[in-house]
């Protein structure tokens, strides 16, 4: 008889064992990351063609295989965010999140940044505005290449802006004038000159922009730009390799050691611009280093720029009113940053 309850309670036991046995692997297998190579991170707002044509030109990448393509739409008031959800909802590999509210560059950035820690184990996240393409076919194996031969937390590619035949990265080489904020004292100077500018009912400044803007897609213009850089030349700094420079920030690439070691992926001070320079501050502190790779390129089509020339100069001027408050705004909470870490 009691052979028979010692049976019982041993079987039981067996059987509480074999449950939390397969409950614990249950868990496991539904929590365990997809290991992926890249994950892209489009910022979506508005401009859908612009954020589809980045999408398609990332599929058509050679060695994409399992990247994953993440879309944040910043809570876009047309609606296309919720358009690009259907639109992709077939594909495995394209993910989009629909924002409540419009989050600004870094908090739209970290809501993405959440969501691909929570799911996958990733080699790269390479964050980018929706007005970039990627047309560099080697794109993907030359970033591992390149990274076996320079291990980096943080690097950018050259950003080729084709409307202007302009290479907008790096931003300036860094030096002891960064880190004293006598270039941000700088920058805040000119912007409120431009500011002022712009404030003027008539400004011969401000039409000039205007006109330039307009036209900024006339083939003529466009060739005319072209030689005038060719006569006057411009900086060769995006054609030189280097860990002392500000990346800018339509295509910023992090490694994986920087995604395992943050819980942001931008600190999120400002609503939009100087988030170049907080990351980069952020990363000298830390001793992470920052490069620019000549080597990789991906094409910034400067979609704020083309909306700022449509319409009418009143309009357009009440826009880069309020685009230089936004960029003071963003620069003086820099500033008082750097005057915070000294």
């Known amino acids: 008889m009691y ?3 010692i049976k019982i309670y041993l079987l039981k036991r067996v ?16 929590n365990k990351k997809k290991e992926v190579p890249i994950c892209f991170l489009i910022l979506h707002y508005t401009e859908i063609n612009f954020t589809k044509n ?4 990332i599929l058509a990448l050679k060695d994409f295989n399992d990247s994953q393509i993440v ?15 259907k639109f992709y909802s077939y594909k495995d590999n394209i993910h989009v999140l629909l924002s409540s509210e419009n989050k600004g560059f870094s908090e739209g950035n970290n809501y993405g940044f959440s969501y691909i820690k929570k799911n996958f184990d990733v080699h790269f996240i390479i964050s980018m505005n929706n007005d970039v393409m990627i047309l560099q076919q080697e794109f993907i194996t030359n970033l591992f290449l390149l990274y076996k031969e320079q291990s980096f937390w943080v690097a950018g590619p050259d950003i080729y802006i084709p409307d202007r035949d302009y290479h907008s990265s790096p931003l300036r080489v860094l030096n002891n004038h960064f880190l004293t904020g006598e270039d941000t ?12 500018k712009f404030e003027k009912t008539f400004s011969i400044y401000g039409y000039k922009y205007f006109i330039k803007d307009y036209l900024r897609e006339n083939k003529i213009l466009h060739n005319l730009f072209r030689l ?42 400002t609503f939009m611009y100087s988030e ?17 790779f000549p080597e990789l390129q991906v094409l910034h089509y400067s979609e704020a720029c083309l909306q700022l020339g449509k319409g009418k100069y009143k309009e357009y001027r009440k826009r880069k009113i309020i685009k230089y408050n936004k960029m003071l705004e963003a620069k003086w909470i820099y500033y008082h940053l750097l005057e915070d870490s000294k």
Do not use: H
């Not at 059987?15 to 249950?26: A, G, L, P, S, W």
């Not at 980045?54 to 030109?57: F, P, R």
């Not at 879309?71 to 959800?85: E, F, H």
């Not at 100077?189 to 002022?196: M, N, S």
């Open 3 to 5: 052979t028979t309850y």
């Open 228 to 269: 005038k850089r060719k006569i006057f030349g411009y900086s060769k700094k995006y054609q030189i390799r280097s860990d002392n420079v500000l990346i800018q920030g339509a295509c910023i690439i992090f490694d994986k050691r920087y995604c395992d070691n943050n819980t942001q992926l931008f600190t999120p001070l």
């Open 276 to 292: 170049e320079e907080i990351l980069t501050l952020k990363c000298l502190k830390k001793g992470w280093n920052i490069i620019y």
């Open 185 to 196: 004292l700088k920058d805040i100077e000119e912007f409120k000159r431009c500011k002022c």
């Open 15 to 30: 059987r509480i064992c074999i449950e939390v046995i397969m409950k614990k692997f249950n868990d496991l297998r539904v």
């Open 71 to 85: 879309i944040v739409d910043n809570a876009s008031p047309d609606g296309s965010g919720k358009i690009l959800k």
């Open 54 to 57: 980045a999408v398609e030109s």
